[in-house]
């Protein structure tokens, strides 16, 4: 596994992603790259600078009554809900404010929301936030999961995505495959660097990697 390569933001330059180079075994692909997010994620001074910029690339006409957290993007969404409450962005519940929540996955895979944070969801505008989008399959069960709960999805904000769009959706990301051209991921039984007998680095999930010894 390389070192990683530091990747500025075109917007603000001080919003830096560091890609990973290697063979890494996500929980829907393989990909060449790990996406280290952690800094992003968890320090305030660079999590309040990801609010502020996905909050420019939401319209003013977008309704946003809940931010739903995927891949441990609280900090960011906190900052997110302050930032679009500043921008004018509006919420339809009757406490016209943003609620941010995170959901609960079973052991199938499949997310959840206790009953206590059904009044969050239950006929509610989401605003779907993730670290990264790269197969779209996390964004289809989320979709999935806050449909049955009667909530629908008013937008996707993701810190990298891979695709422009997904269920007919369109995503806003800080990155895309613009940044990192030679990006790729593989279906798990047609993968490229598996069949180039490339052994596998790490696994690795939107939460970190763990090394193969």
Partial sequence: MQDAIKIQSKEQPNIVLKAIPGHFVTP???VNYFLDMTTLKSRLSEASLVARELSRQIAVTTVVDTIVCM???EVIGAFLAEELTKAGVYSMNSHRTIYIITP???NSGQLVFRENYLPMIRGKNVLLLMASATT????IKAGQALSYYGATISGVSAVFSAANSVMGIPIKALFTISDIPDYK???PEGCSLCKEKKPIDAFANAYGYSTIN
């Fill in 104 to 106: 609960e996955y079973v």
């Fill in 185 to 187: 991921a593989y279906d």
């Fill in 71 to 73: 891949d441990g993007c």
């Fill in 136 to 139: 779209g399959q996390t964004i």
């Fill in 28 to 30: 829907n692909s393989h």
